[in-house]
């Protein structure tokens, strides 16, 4: 088990251009979401995929993003025509059901500056 | 819409408790997590209610009332590395979105 893995890191990138971050989550996990979390905010819900079905999706999520989880294992997040508003730090989790409700494991983030 | 409270700020010293609250106004309630953020890192997940009542996980312990729409995380024994933000988060369901407050700032002196 080696975690939910999220790159790039860190990416700075220019007012207008396109980013995509790639998160691989826990293999045995069938539950995958995304975050976005500011700074003194805690993380706001994104997506949420069950297996390759994006089954819900946050009236945050503009047209300018998208998500895919194309074979149900790992997802992407695209974000077209960034703006200044899009820095944050956009947070991978997957999850199982058990014992302890719906227990997400988040990744270690990966960090967007729009300049 | 969905809300959920905790106060912004505690200060304790070593080998204290801690109790931090968290009132929530949700549409739909499956149950309330607790969340740990060091600066820098990622949210990792603590403790769990489902059902009214206390879970104890060592040091950690968290409180559900759902009549009230509260919940509580007690921290015993407070250590320097205790020093972080703490997230209450409501489950919806038993999968899908969770909310998240806006977390409290823990801050362990010696």
């Known amino acids: 088990d080696t975690g939910v893995s999220q790159n790039p890191r860190h990416k700075i990138t220019k007012r207008g251009q396109n980013v995509t971050f790639r998160c691989d989550p826990i293999s045995e996990h069938n539950r995958l979401y995304w975050y976005r979390q500011t700074l003194g905010q805690g993380p706001e819900f994104l997506t949420y995929?069950?297996?390759?079905?994006?089954?819900?999706k946050s009236r945050l999520l503009s047209d300018r993003f998208s998500a895919e989880r194309p074979k149900g294992s790992f997802s992407t997040l695209e974000i077209q025509r960034t703006e200044q508003g899009d820095s944050a730090m956009y947070l991978c989790?997957?999850?199982?059901?058990?014992?302890?409700?719906?227990?997400?494991?988040f990744g270690e983030g990966s960090w967007l500056t729009v300049v | 819409g969905q809300s959920l409270e905790q106060p912004s700020e505690v200060t304790a010293v070593e080998g204290a408790i801690v109790q931090i609250n968290c009132t929530y106004q949700?549409?739909?309630?499956?149950?309330l997590s607790w969340y740990q953020q060091h600066d820098g890192g990622a949210p990792t997940f603590l403790s769990y209610?489902?059902?009214?009542g206390l879970e104890e996980t060592g040091r950690f312990s968290s409180f559900l009332s759902r009549s009230d729409s509260y919940g509580y995380l007690l921290l015993q024994e407070l250590q320097m590395k205790d020093s972080a933000s703490y997230f209450c988060?409501?489950?919806?369901?038993?999968?899908?979105?969770?909310?998240f407050g806006d977390g409290t700032t823990l801050t362990v002196k010696p």
């Open positions: 989790a997957s999850s199982s059901f058990g014992k302890s409700g719906n227990t997400i494991y």
């Open positions: 995929f069950q297996n390759e079905a994006q089954l819900e």
């Open positions: 949700t549409s739909g309630f499956y149950g």
């Open positions: 988060a409501v489950d919806h369901t038993n999968a899908g979105k969770s909310t």
């Open positions: 209610n489902g059902l009214d």
